[in-house]
């Protein structure tokens, strides 16, 4: 009997392989503001929260007057290049085989609108999801808020959907929401980390999530 009707997936690092994008832009905008600039565990652990919030907290020392023109240098470094990320191997017969069985996927992302908008028109993709959020219409990870308007907008119960992510602030987001969670260990966070938030599985790979999933939607 199947187990889930929505299946969300967070997007960088997750469905995109961006982490190491991200953690480049963080550290070009930083070096070019003059402020200390994080290493790459500190600035890949605060991918997923809203931009602002993730530059407090690895600039707790910058003005309150400097964190806009931090994130609009973060912004400008991120959408450098952005057309050379690629999505995680097996990413597209993933999201069609989830499709296949007649279940909702979705998107629940820190990224700006804007900012996701573009990356999925760089993939190809936006046709796979029947809806996404962002940041700025929700409130930031790890709020529930996403996976509410989500389940809402579907007309889903909040125990029959799965959230789908490479970083802690993904899976207490389906804690707080009363949802489910897979953590996937090749984005930002590691295994013991995600292991921390108690998912249902770890998976290593897109591949290995669609075979622990396949039978759970039949």
């Not at 707790?60 to 191997?89: C, G, I, K, M």
């Not at 993939?123 to 219409?137: M, Q, S, Y």
């Not at 389906?174 to 599985?201: F, K, T, W």
Request: charged share 25%.
């Amino acid at each position: 009997m199947r187990e889930f009707d929505l299946v969300v997936f967070d997007w960088d690092g997750t469905l995109m392989d961006s982490t190491s994008h991200i953690v480049h832009a963080i550290q070009q905008a930083c070096r070019e503001m003059s402020l200390p600039v994080p290493e790459r565990d500190a600035a890949s652990h605060v991918i997923g929260l809203r931009l602002a919030d993730a530059m407090r907290r690895f600039c707790p020392d910058a003005r309150a007057s400097e964190l806009p023109e931090l994130v609009d240098a973060f912004r400008r470094h991120y959408q450098a290049n952005l057309d050379q990320v690629t999505l995680f191997d097996d990413a597209r017969e993933t999201l069609e085989a989830i499709r296949g069985q007649g279940v909702f996927v979705a998107i629940a992302t820190g990224s700006s609108r804007a900012g996701l908008d573009r990356a999925l028109g760089v993939a190809g993709i936006a046709e796979l999801f029947d809806a996404t959020r962002t940041v700025d219409e929700c409130h930031s990870k790890p709020h529930p808020d996403m996976l509410l308007q989500l389940t809402d907008y579907f007309g889903v119960a909040l125990d029959r959907t799965l959230m789908v992510g490479d970083t802690s602030h993904d899976l207490l987001m389906a804690q707080n929401a009363g949802s489910h969670g897979v953590g996937i260990s090749h984005g930002a966070h590691d295994s013991a980390e995600l292991l921390r938030c108690q998912p249902r599985i770890i998976v290593h790979s897109l591949a290995e999530l669609s075979a622990w999933l396949s039978p759970k939607l039949a």
